[in-house]
């Protein structure tokens, strides 16, 4: 069992138990989090500690599996990772359009490639089509929904028992163009990770990117690459769903919240739920939650 703490510290605990449960051995990497004021000499500090983890790791699965690491193999992993978070990023570029070829439907259920196969070339093969199909829809003017009126960001994990629930937008031509958690998995979004670094080092590359996920940014930082999403992604509102059961995603939503509502003129929501337990979402509550939400946006446009 590998694990990491990167996003969410339950995900420590759930690998721990499976481990046990299973009876076999757990590896879990610890990643710091770039807080206020972390100075390059910190960063670089962890960055040799996530480097010594992932070295660590190597030989962990040496022991466990008796497989010496293949240099080869690896980079060939490592450059079908690379390509496939591309292809997820041209995705998202494409997104920019207006309207929104793709809606939030397809990148949620299209994610999990990203998740568990990024080493391999069959889902290269899939992203490249969905790119295809959202690249004919906006060369042909084509939207995700008939009309969009309002283009939305989501902030958080989805609820997975239902995600059907994200097409009640459509009853107010509202469309999701952009999921911070979703767009976070292509990974390779750090100018300084070139395709030839993952290649010839990928031990550095991974320590690198580490280091540029969104989930371990302070609030200063969050907030900035917040409002570049909202400017090339053309947003007009954001929701953000208080996670109960992902504390460290959805830890500082209400403070950015306020910081935008101070120095920003984007509106945005809060709604709590959880992304695992369907008893922890008033699906009706949270309905009249976003149509209040749209009213004002509704509201705003027309002045």
Known sequence: MLSSDVICDTH???????????????????????????TNRQREYFKKYIKEQLWELLDFITEVTGNE?????????????????????????????????VSTRDTFGGLFPLFTMPGLKSPIRLYKR????????????????????????????????????????ERWNANIVCETYVYAFS?????????????????????ELVLSFWYIYDLKTRFEKLM???KDWKIDGIIMHDNLSCRPNACGMYDLKRKLMEESDILSLVITADMNDPRKMNETQVLNQIESFIEILRERKKK
């Open 12 to 38: 420590v605990n759930w690998f721990q138990v499976q481990a046990k449960r299973l009876n076999v051995p757990h590896f879990t990497i610890d990643v710091p989090h770039v807080v206020n004021n972390t």
């Open 130 to 169: 969905m790119y295809k199909e959202a690249k004919e829809r906006v060369d042909n003017g084509i939207g995700a929904l008939e009309q969009e009126d309002y283009r939305l960001a989501f902030m958080g994990i989805p609820f997975w028992y239902n995600l059907r629930f994200f097409s009640n937008l």
């Open 228 to 230: 570049e999403t909202v």
């Open 187 to 207: 990974k390779y979004t750090n100018p300084n990770v070139t395709k030839e670094m993952v290649i010839n080092n990928p031990v550095e590359s991974m320590a």
């Open 69 to 101: 690491y293949d240099p080869e193999k690896g980079k060939e992993i490592a450059l079908n990772s690379y390509e496939l978070g591309k292809v997820w990023q041209d995705v998202f570029e494409l997104r920019k359009n207006i309207p929104c070829p």
